[in-house]
């Protein structure tokens, strides 16, 4: 088994995701090269300075600006939104999800007034679609249900969330974040409507659970298999399901030095791997425009690289979304963003835009211990803020929070939009 270095890791899974040496995709579509690249873009409601899709998006896509990300969803019809971790997939990739729904169908909801809707409630929202066209939640009239969910308020509402789940209708498009809804065969392309053999799937999803985190932890994989096809999966299951990639040519195990644990990668990235440990830069990943060691990037709270405990793991940075923390328990702030500088994190910075004023607000900013002070970083800084302020529409940046004062006397200066 071959060992690689803590740094070609770390290079490897930012550059599979996009993030690094720099913006390597632009405009439409480049945005649909983006998420393709991605595997998957993570969805969430929250805009305090701009949703955490459109952050990631910002980071990977040159001159990016947030209409792109429903124009290439909703009017291209070239992704679709699912899951109970909300995600936006390429549409190809429909008809193996069948497979996840058919699960979903046979388990039924958590949470509401029911696990299966009835089957004159679900014919009741299935007409009013097909009768009136897309539809909201809100268009939904009915009896409010006994628990409360984000999913509706209304029976009605939590039975449309249910055949969104097992796959009859889908997201048609949003207003804001709010999901409007239409019957699947209006809204998925003709040529990806039909269900994958099961196997056909299953096989699919193996590779899909490595290639979502570009290297997978193998005492983990099960669980992530498992996520995707929405069934349990034994032990012996996952270790078979592992040693047939394996033996089939398709991935191969790792270790990073240092480290116990042992990764699991595609053997169609093995070139990108060779070319980082002797110390070069994979040819598809050249920049268009600056280099992230030119202009920092703002990682998105969901950026797959460092949230749900990867940023330690990769880069021994410590960082937790605070979102859902009291005040008084966040270290840091409501939404802060971990600064990538280079091929490391070394910062963070809690953003937030005063939309009546055109305001961007810095109310916070952290340095690392050895983060670098230089003029190099300090430029790299300003240059990082200016598009991250312009790709929200900030008219002005507000950098009185940010501390050291020689860095924040120069930011002043240099932000300019």
């Not at 060992?3 to 890791?9: L, N």
């Not at 992530?224 to 089939?248: C, K, W």
């Amino acid at each position: 088994m071959d060992t690689i270095s803590r740094i070609t890791f770390r290079r490897f899974l930012l550059g599979q995701q996009g993030l690094w040496p720099g913006r390597r995709f632009r405009g439409l579509n480049g945005t649909a090269k983006a998420i393709h690249q991605m595997q998957g873009l993570q969805l969430d409601p929250l805009n305090i300075a701009a949703r955490s899709q459109e952050i990631a998006l910002y980071g990977r896509v040159l001159d990016f600006k947030p209409g792109l990300l429903y124009k290439a969803a909703y009017e291209k019809r070239g992704f679709f939104d699912y899951g109970g971790w909300l995600f936006m997939y390429p549409v190809s990739e429909f008809p193996h999800w069948r497979l996840h729904m058919k699960h979903r169908e046979k388990q039924g909801l958590d949470h509401g007034p029911f696990k299966h809707p009835p089957a004159d409630l679900k014919k009741f929202v299935l007409n009013e679609l097909r009768a009136n066209g897309p539809m909201g939640n809100r268009d939904f009239s009915g009896e409010a249900v006994k628990v409360w969910s984000y999913r509706g308020r209304k029976e009605a509402s939590v039975a449309l969330f249910y055949l969104w789940l097992t796959g009859e209708v889908m997201i048609a498009n949003r207003k804001g974040f709010d999901r409007i809804y239409d019957l699947r065969e209006r809204v998925l392309p003709r040529e990806f409507d039909y269900a994958a053999p099961d196997s056909e799937a299953e096989d699919f999803f193996s590779r899909k659970t490595i290639a979502l985190l570009g290297m997978a932890r193998e005492n983990t994989w099960r669980t992530g298999f498992a996520s995707f096809i929405h069934r349990d999966v034994s032990r012996e299951e996952g270790r078979r399901r592992i040693e047939q990639l394996i033996e089939t040519g398709i991935a191969s195990r790792v270790r990073v030095e240092g480290s116990k644990d042992v990764h699991l990668y595609l053997n169609s990235d093995q070139p990108h791997l060779s070319d980082l440990e002797a110390g070069r830069i994979p040819k598809p990943w050249k920049p268009l425009d600056t280099s992230t060691q030119e202009e920092v990037t703002f990682l998105a709270p969901l950026e797959m690289v460092s949230a749900r405990g990867r940023a330690k793991q990769v880069f021994d940075f410590e960082y937790l979304w605070e979102v859902y923390k009291p005040l008084h328990q966040r270290r840091w702030g409501y939404y802060t963003l971990p600064i990538l500088y280079g091929d490391d994190l070394v910062a963070r910075l809690d953003p937030k835009l005063d939309r009546a004023t055109g305001t961007l607000y810095i109310l916070g900013f952290w340095l690392e211990d050895d983060a670098p002070k230089d003029e190099a970083f300090t430029r790299a800084l300003a240059r990082g803020l200016t598009r991250f302020a312009t790709m929200i529409g900030a008219k002005k940046v507000d950098v009185s929070a940010v501390n050291p004062a020689k860095l924040r006397a120069y930011l002043k200066k240099n932000v300019r939009l």
